[in-house]
């Protein structure tokens, strides 16, 4: 079971901490990959940062450099640190673990 929480309206510029909970499937998710998406009215989800299990990290274009995905193995939480946040960075943000786990999404609205 996967559960987001941090989202929240804020204005540009500003910054979120978004936090991903994971219960039930520990050994996956300290072996696994963690992944950040945002989905818009009308789009496919979309990802946003991406976490191995290696430490590796890699994010969208759009977020380079703004966004910071870490993992916590101790607490079995991952996080997207966001920073200078655009009102093009709107959007519901999930969190998945591998392709099979997904949260319910947390809504992300920045307003200009």
């Known amino acids: 079971q996967l559960r987001e929480s941090g989202g929240g309206l804020v204005q540009a510029g500003e910054s979120l901490r978004l936090s991903c909970a994971v219960s039930?499937?520990?050994?996956?998710?300290?072996?696994?990959?963690m992944t950040w998406h945002r989905q818009t009215p009308g789009n496919q989800r979309a990802l946003v940062a991406l976490?191995?299990?290696?430490?590796?990290?890699q994010y969208a274009d759009s977020v380079k450099g703004r966004f910071t995905i870490s993992r916590d193995n101790t607490n079995n939480t991952v996080y997207l640190q966001m920073n200078s946040l655009q009102p093009e960075d709107t959007g519901v943000y999930y969190c998945a673990l591998g392709t099979a786990f997904w949260g319910q999404g947390t809504q992300v609205t920045v307003s200009s």
């Open positions: 039930g499937s520990i050994f996956t998710f300290r072996t696994g990959t």
């Open positions: 976490s191995l299990a290696d430490g590796a990290t």
